[in-house]
């Protein structure tokens, strides 16, 4: 397993509540939640090592784009 950084994170109230109750509905620590999203958000800019950035609007794992359009 990789080594884990921890660091201290200061956050808009507003964010840190919407952080939370996403992290209840997808069943996730906050901490949890917070890596979700930031390595979803490295994921869509291309920024994890054998990725490529995702165009606007693109959800990651769909990959049927023209998907009878």
């Known amino acids: ?31 949890g939640q917070v890596e979700y999203l930031l390595r ?3 994921r869509r800019r291309g920024r994890l090592s054998g990725t490529q950035p995702l165009p606007d609007g693109a959800v990651p794992g769909d990959d049927d ?3 009878g359009r």
């Open 40 to 42: 979803d958000a490295l």
């Open 1 to 31: 397993m990789a080594a884990r950084k921890s660091f201290l994170l200061r956050v808009d109230a507003e964010v840190w509540a919407q952080v939370e109750r996403l992290a209840g509905e997808e069943l996730r620590s906050v901490n």
């Open 65 to 67: 784009e023209a998907g």
